[in-house]
């Protein structure tokens, strides 16, 4: 059986992925929303940790009306 390489990212990489700052994703990692591995003095994240923390983001829902929508009432 072979085994399935485990791609990894540095955190710049993983930012640009993100579309945050390096900054961001040491807060992320600090605050355990991803998991990061060490390897020869720097922090890596793999694709499936990536993959994860965007799956575990919350749906956005937009307060704005739909077009055409009345206006409601002032309570």
Avoid: W
Avoid at 1 to 20: E, F, G, I, P, Q
Avoid at 23 to 38: E, G, L, T
Avoid at 41 to 48: F, H, R, V, Y
């Amino acid at each position: 059986m072979a085994t399935r390489a485990v791609k990894y990212h540095n955190l710049k990489a993983a930012a640009d992925l993100l579309s945050c700052s390096v900054s961001q994703v040491y807060n992320y990692i600090a605050a355990d929303r991803i998991v990061a591995v060490k390897m020869d003095g720097k922090t890596l994240i793999s694709d499936e940790e990536i993959a994860r923390f965007q799956s575990s983001l919350p749906r956005m829902v937009s307060r704005m009306k739909p077009p055409g929508a009345k206006p409601g009432k002032a309570a």
